[in-house]
């Protein structure tokens, strides 16, 4: 499975974002598919999972309410909605798919990654 990720850029803060990472491979829609997001100086941190049907989501603390994790099993697709972005948003965003049918926080569940958009958030 290659992942490939879309949608980052430069955002005032309280902006909005969609993030798209589109698959390649027929199995898709068997895993779970995450986002990660890796700021300067930081280690990388969890955001937000779905799991292989799109009924199941899990997100970080401190994206709930603010971001929404969705999929197109149709379309490979896998999308992340960020709204009321925030300065302390401003990370590398990736995408990943697990290697099983739940979601889950742990990035070591995750086989496949995505080469990673940009995204910054100015105040």
């Known amino acids: 499975v290659q992942l490939q990720a879309s949608g980052g850029g430069l955002v005032q803060a309280g902006g909005s974002l969609r993030l798209s990472c589109a698959a390649s491979?027929?199995?898709?829609?068997?895993?779970?598919m995450g986002w990660f997001r890796q700021a300067p100086g930081k280690e990388r941190e969890f955001v937000a999972s779905i799991n292989w049907s799109g009924g199941s989501t899990l997100y970080a603390d401190s994206v709930k309410g603010r971001f929404t994790i969705s999929r197109d099993n149709a379309e490979n697709t896998v999308y992340l909605r960020m709204n009321s972005l925030k300065p302390e948003d401003t990370a590398v965003y990736y995408c990943?798919?697990?290697?099983?049918?739940?979601?889950?926080?742990?990035?070591?569940?995750?086989?496949?990654w995505g080469q990673g958009t940009q995204v910054t958030v100015s105040s």
């Open positions: 990943a798919g697990s290697s099983e049918l739940s979601y889950s926080s742990q990035s070591s569940r995750y086989l496949y």
């Open positions: 491979g027929r199995t898709f829609r068997r895993y779970a």
